[in-house]
């Protein structure tokens, strides 16, 4: 392996190039800054050469690639963002004749600000809904905060005893993959999660109900009943509320619709494969966050940290 070649300063440049014109020797200058002969003799030889000390415009190899090469290449890019350089690659050999690498492809591409990354991952939204999005945006939009402020937020969520869902990330030497302090533990069948309900809104958070087993439309009629209207009063809604919860098969279902129509709920239209435009989904992350910290070691303690972390979310 070639050894690593130092880029030297313009200062120490100078530096050899003075001490060799009050006739120090290559060698003397050498010892005394700390460096090779070779590196000195190359500087004074290149200073006698060029008159100049400084790098060279234009060294080095040169660019492979011509402005419409490059172009092309970044048009490809933009055009389809899935596809890979050596796809690329093979069309501009093809269409345009012009040898290059894989590597030349991705610098094309990282001179106009793209890089190779992991696609996120988002729930799949098609131009109905796209459509049924839009309009709840322009039926809401124009209401006051104050509208806003009597909205009581819902969702179900889902907390795993052991592990997680997504990636967790440590940092570790390439020798502690399995060192206990960086692996994730994890059990045969997930080793038990706890499913939860829960509600808030813009001042406090509303009951938290732990849910087992599988929702039906029963059981979610049976929580609004025990819960919605006390977690509106913790609240202080008033009789001003309104309602958000998802279009869910529980939700939507007819004995959830006919207690909420019964009991005169004003709800919020909400369009279909929308998660992300609901907010409590920051607060269950937060929740999430927080009980990681304890620990639990089983069902029991999970649960006790989940009702106990929900109640000390403040307003903030």
Known sequence: MAPVRKEHSHEFRETIIKRFLIGDSERYIAQDLLCSRNTV???????KKTKCIANIVGRGRKRKTTERVDKAIQRKIKVNRRKSASSIKHEIEKELGVIISNNTIRRRAHEIGLHGRVARKK???????????????????????????????SDESKYNLFGSDGKVMVWRT????????????????????????GCFAWNGVGNLIFV????????????????LFQSSKKLQLGKEMVFQHDNGPKHTSRVAKNW???????????PPFSPDMNPIEHLWDEIERRMKKHQPKNEKELRETLQTEWKNIGQD
């Open 41 to 47: 003799h190359s500087v004074i030889i290149k200073d």
């Open 123 to 153: 729930p799949y939204v098609n131009k109905v809904n796209r459509l049924k999005r839009l309009n709840y945006v322009k039926m809401y939009r124009d209401e006051s905060m104050v509208f806003w402020k009597q909205v009581l937020w």
């Open 174 to 197: 390439p020798t502690e993959e399995f060192n206990p302090r960086c692996t994730v533990p994890t059990v045969k069948h997930g080793g038990g999660n706890v499913k939860v309900w």
């Open 212 to 227: 087992d087993g599988n929702m039906t439309g029963e059981m979610y009629k049976e929580i609004l009943a025990e819960n």
């Open 260 to 270: 909420l129509d019964k009991q005169c709920v004003k709800r919020l239209i909400w």
